[in-house]
């Protein structure tokens, strides 16, 4: 008898043939029949006017944390993803020596803008290795999970301070050279680096004193075991990164090195220059380099409260600082004469940044009048500063005010449809799993069929599809995965191709601690199997928890 029986369903394959109609036959974790299946199954699943695909893969999350007091990385499997990427932009959890805990944690917080009082509660640092870290986390996944090593955390663990202040000995190369060894014999998939992201005073990473020699040791050894190494260039310079892809470029030709360069983004302020830097990822391909970029599939919009954090003012010292603060604290800051001026100073010089911020939702009548406009055009009737406006709306409202930032990035859809189609892109940069308070980066599998197949036409199913498994587990290289066919891995997603939706973005009060985050649940998707497992029946969970480290 088979364990699952999927009948009667469109099946997009993944390899982007065109669909047809037949069944999935499941035994154990493998796909054993694809077409026709007779006989009996354990589950068996109607899915009469469904679609039936391989189950989506995201290569670009932060859920490290949130692995740790949820298993399943809610709610990304609900999305229709049986196989997500961590550790990216050279932040992860290991190696890290207890000594480097809290450095850790203020490195991890500042990245992807999350509370050191909420690592500090939900991470338990059971471990200081790779190895013993994988072991962790092996116990007990809902989807399957694929593990970069940040770089920063590599080098804080030979260097420690010095990680932040100079280059490395040959010695200490060595030594990071034989860290990202064991981690790849362990079972991790490549190692992360940034470029575009600061400590909590501001300042630049660990990654960002490494010299040319100690990047392509690192890259050596991530080639020899056949794994990826994922890198986020500050794409927002002047020269729009291209020195980094010729950097990046030059040492995945030199090492063999499969390199995924995250974000190129449709940027209004400098246009046309996702084509720029697209151009010259492909002039690296085609010399023969295994160089690809990322996309995201949705505009770069989100929500600011000052209760919770703000990616971008987090940039600044005395806001990153003030948000590591409990919430009276916090206020009294806010409201403090002197406090105000530093703040208001860092402030508005980031103001350009957040320059379309409207009022979205007010709790206080003193401030609802203020819903619904500008930001800017408050501060310009008031005459006050960008900043201080946003303080004062918030400190009526006890600063739980969400100011709305949206549509100021990666809001062409023609251009970004261009992207998402392209054989050097990748569908990824989702941020899944980190910035939590802002935005939900759950959701995008569902939105890349909902607006770029039912509702704009860019491309087919099919196409969409195999964006976002077969090319991204051949280059990524998660064997046996990504497709519909006899000896793959059984991950399936069953969904409705006419209602299919990312859902509307909400907020829940589930992190331990007494934190809250936002999150989407989606539409339209029926069934989620991993490794032949049913781990999602119509949004809700099963008990089983199949997911595997790959």
């Known amino acids: 008898m088979l364990s699952v029986a999927i009948r009667n369903a469109m099946i997009v394959d993944g390899a982007g043939s065109p669909g047809r109609v037949g069944d999935i036959g499941i035994s154990g974790d493998r796909i054993v029949a694809v077409g026709q299946v007779e006989g009996s199954a354990e589950l068996e699943i109607d899915a009469r006017g469904k679609v039936v695909a391989p189950g989506f893969i995201d290569i670009h999350t932060h859920y490290d944390p949130q692995l740790c007091w949820d298993r399943y990385a809610t709610p990304t499997p609900e999305h229709g993803v049986t196989s997500l990427v961590m550790g990216n932009c050279s932040i992860s959890l290991a190696p890290v020596r207890e000594a480097d805990r809290t450095r850790a944690i203020h490195l991890f917080g500042s990245v992807e803008d999350m509370e050191g009082r909420l690592l500090e509660a939900t991470v338990p640092f059971s471990w200081e290795t790779v190895p013993d870290y994988l072991d962790?986390?092996?116990?007990?996944?809902?989807?399957?999970?694929?593990?970069?090593?940040?770089?920063?955390?590599?080098?804080?663990?030979?260097?420690?301070?010095?990680?932040?202040?100079?280059?490395?000995?040959?010695?200490?190369?060595?030594?990071?050279?034989?860290?990202?060894?064991?981690?790849?014999?362990?079972?991790?998939?490549?190692?992360?680096?940034?470029?575009?992201?600061?400590?909590?005073?501001?300042?630049?990473?660990?990654?960002?004193?490494?010299?040319?020699?100690?990047?392509?040791?690192?890259?050596?050894?991530?080639?020899?075991?056949?794994?990826?190494?994922?890198?986020?260039?500050?794409?927002?310079?002047?020269?729009?990164?291209?020195?980094?892809?010729?950097?990046?470029?030059?040492?995945?030709?030199?090492?063999?090195?499969?390199?995924?360069?995250?974000?190129?983004?449709?940027?209004?302020?400098?246009?046309?220059?996702?084509?720029?830097?697209?151009?010259?990822?492909?002039?690296?391909?085609?010399?023969?380099?295994?160089?690809?970029?990322?996309?995201?599939?949705?505009?770069?919009?989100?929500?600011?409260?000052?209760?919770?954090?703000?990616?971008?003012?987090?940039?600044?010292?005395?806001?990153?600082?003030?948000?590591?603060?409990?919430?009276?604290?916090?206020?009294?800051?806010?409201?403090?004469?002197?406090?105000?001026?530093?703040?208001?100073?860092?402030?508005?010089?980031?103001?350009?940044?957040?320059?379309?911020?409207?009022?979205?939702?007010?709790?206080?009548?003193?401030?609802?009048?203020?819903?619904?406009?500008?930001?800017?055009?408050?501060?310009?009737?008031?005459?006050?500063?960008?900043?201080?406006?946003?303080?004062?709306?918030?400190?009526?409202?006890?600063?739980?005010?969400?100011?709305?930032?949206?549509?100021?990035?990666?809001?062409?859809?023609?251009?970004?449809?261009?992207?998402?189609?392209?054989?050097?892109?990748?569908?990824?940069?989702?941020?899944?799993?980190?910035?939590?308070?802002?935005?939900?980066?759950?959701?995008?599998?569902?939105?890349?069929?909902?607006?770029?197949?039912?509702?704009?036409?860019?491309?087919?199913l099919e196409r969409a599809v195999q964006r976002l498994t077969s090319d991204l587990a051949a280059q990524w290289g998660l064997t046996d995965r990504g497709e519909l066919a006899v000896g793959k891995y059984a991950d399936v997603v069953v969904f409705d191709p006419q209602t299919i939706a990312r859902g509307e973005e909400q907020w829940v009060d589930d992190v331990p601690g007494g934190n809250g985050r936002y999150i989407r649940r989606p539409q339209g998707v029926d069934q989620v199997i991993v490794n032949g497992k049913l781990l999602v029946d119509r949004g809700a969970y099963t008990p089983a928890q199949p997911g595997r480290l790959i």
Not at 288 to 302: C, E, H, K
Not at 363 to 391: C, H, L, N, Q, W
């Open 136 to 460: 962790y986390l092996r116990r007990g996944l809902g989807p399957n999970v694929a593990v970069m090593i940040g770089h920063s955390m590599i080098r804080l663990f030979v260097m420690g301070a010095a990680s932040q202040s100079r280059a490395a000995t040959p010695d200490e190369v060595d030594q990071m050279a034989a860290i990202v060894r064991e981690a790849m014999d362990a079972g991790a998939r490549g190692i992360s680096f940034t470029f575009n992201h600061f400590d909590e005073h501001g300042g630049p990473l660990p990654c960002s004193y490494a010299e040319r020699a100690e990047t392509r040791a690192l890259l050596a050894e991530v080639a020899k075991a056949g794994g990826v190494v994922e890198v986020a260039p500050n794409f927002f310079k002047r020269d729009m990164g291209i020195p980094t892809v010729d950097e990046w470029g030059e040492l995945a030709l030199e090492t063999g090195a499969t390199v995924s360069l995250s974000p190129i983004l449709v940027m209004p302020n400098m246009p046309g220059a996702w084509r720029t830097i697209l151009a010259r990822v492909v002039h690296w391909r085609e010399r023969g380099a295994p160089i690809y970029a990322q996309t995201q599939v949705r505009p770069l919009d989100m929500t600011i409260q000052l209760a919770h954090g703000s990616t971008i003012l987090s940039k600044s010292p005395a806001w990153r600082d003030s948000f590591e603060q409990p919430m009276e604290a916090r206020k009294a800051r806010y409201a403090d004469p002197e406090a105000r001026k530093v703040l208001i100073a860092e402030g508005d010089r980031l103001r350009n940044a957040m320059s379309t911020l409207t009022v979205k939702r007010t709790r206080s009548d003193a401030a609802r009048p203020y819903e619904g406009r500008s930001v800017a055009e408050i501060a310009e009737t008031e005459g006050k500063s960008f900043v201080e406006t946003m303080m004062d709306i918030s400190l009526m409202d006890g600063l739980e005010t969400e100011f709305g930032l949206l549509g100021f990035l990666h809001d062409e859809a023609a251009s970004v449809a261009e992207l998402l189609d392209h054989p050097a892109m990748q569908v990824g940069s989702g941020d899944a799993g980190a910035h939590i308070t802002q935005f939900s980066g759950a959701g995008d599998t569902c939105y890349l069929i909902e607006k770029f197949v039912r509702e704009r036409g860019d491309m087919t």
